[in-house]
């Protein structure tokens, strides 16, 4: 007796019709393919955007989950005890966490993953290699010090896994700077003991100050300084304010207003007093332009003016930082 719970005529049956399935198959994947080339096809005809939005949003949120992950992971590691040990089950084995602290070592101010690769895709799954950035100090009134982590993550249909221990790393380095493009020098007013900045002779100056005093406090005024396209509209959270230093991109009239449509760029440094009475020093760079017979600013240009064709001068590592 056979051992299939199916009977001979079904089996016959199947067998019979196994070659249709197959054609019907084939016809069924070709209509498929077609339609979607079609698809594609008319997309171009028509001009309409083809969907690339939808497997752009996957990969984000394939990388975000990985990037958390690896951020809870270092995270913990970094200010669990011996006796918390089961709270890092979601990352290592009891056996790869033989040597934890007795005491909280550090205070973590942030874990962050500012660095996600793929490092290996197999046939179920992929490691990915993180970098988490970590601001942490031994104390809570201690100075925070950035630290630099290596995680590896497996990502699998059974969620994520780190595949070893985390190493510490180099940071990006600190940096390097290029010179400011702003020659010229201009005056800059003394404070007028009511929060803002007395005059000078200087129009240019002065429409700063101006803007200034009527951007950062609650005096008013601010159309009187800005253009009608500028967008900028009053922030009035500062109690007062200090032009510290004023710099242009190039020289100007010093006492009267050049000719209509002159613009230029200028970097104020302001020292201010907050609303709530606490310093904070700010820079601003601005553009100006000559309208209607005086000086207007027209926006905040999106960062101070370089020159580009200096040499790059990188910055030495603090001693509180690692050196990279």
């Known amino acids: 007796m056979s051992n299939s719970w199916l009977t001979r005529t079904w089996q016959h049956r199947l067998s019979r019709s196994g070659g249709a399935l197959h054609?019907?198959?084939?016809?069924?994947?070709?209509?498929?393919?077609?339609?979607?080339?079609?698809?594609?096809?008319?997309?171009?005809?028509?001009?309409?955007?083809?969907?690339?939005?939808?497997?752009?949003?996957?990969?984000?949120?394939?990388?975000?989950?990985?990037?958390?992950?690896?951020?809870?992971?270092?995270?913990?590691?970094?200010?669990?005890?011996?006796?918390?040990?089961?709270?890092?089950?979601?990352?290592?084995?009891?056996?790869?966490?033989?040597?934890?602290?007795?005491?909280?070592?550090?205070?973590?101010?942030?874990?962050?993953?500012?660095?996600?690769?793929?490092?290996?895709?197999?046939?179920?799954?992929?490691?990915w290699q993180v970098v988490v950035e970590v601001s942490e100090r031994p104390y809570a009134t201690a100075s925070p010090r950035t630290t630099y982590h290596q995680l590896s993550v497996l990502f699998s249909k059974y969620g994520l896994r780190a595949t070893a221990l985390p190493g510490s790393v180099n940071g990006g380095g600190s940096g390097a700077t290029l010179p400011l493009a702003y020659p010229v020098s201009l005056?800059?007013?003394?404070?007028?003991?009511?929060?803002?900045i007395a005059p000078t002779s200087n129009p240019l100056s002065d429409t700063i100050s101006g803007f200034l005093t009527s951007y950062l406090?609650?005096?008013?005024?601010?159309?009187?300084?800005?253009?009608?396209?500028?967008?900028?509209?009053?922030?009035?959270?500062?109690?007062?304010?200090?032009?510290?230093?004023?710099?242009?991109?190039k020289s100007v009239p010093d006492q009267t207003t050049p000719a209509e449509g002159t613009t230029v760029h200028v970097l104020a440094t302001v020292n201010e007093m907050t609303a709530q009475y606490a310093p904070r020093p700010e820079q601003y760079p601005l553009a100006l332009t000559v309208a209607s017979g005086r000086w207007t600013v027209t926006g905040i240009d999106a960062g101070p003016a370089l020159v580009g064709t200096a040499d790059l001068a990188p910055v030495a590592p603090t001693a509180s930082e690692p050196l990279r």
């Open 23 to 127: 054609t019907a198959g084939k016809a069924i994947g070709f209509t498929a393919c077609t339609i979607v080339a079609l698809n594609i096809i008319w997309g171009w005809i028509t001009d309409e955007p083809i969907d690339i939005a939808g497997p752009a949003r996957a990969t984000v949120n394939h990388t975000d989950y990985i990037k958390s992950y690896a951020e809870k992971c270092i995270s913990r590691l970094l200010t669990t005890t011996s006796d918390q040990r089961a709270s890092l089950t979601d990352c290592w084995t009891a056996n790869d966490l033989q040597n934890l602290p007795t005491n909280v070592p550090v205070i973590v101010d942030y874990a962050r993953a500012n660095k996600i690769a793929l490092a290996d895709a197999y046939p179920e799954a992929e490691q």
């Open 187 to 196: 005056p800059i007013g003394k404070p007028d003991g009511n929060g803002g």
């Open 217 to 249: 406090t609650n005096a008013g005024g601010l159309e009187r300084f800005v253009s009608n396209t500028s967008g900028l509209h009053s922030l009035a959270d500062c109690a007062s304010l200090q032009l510290t230093n004023l710099v242009a991109s």
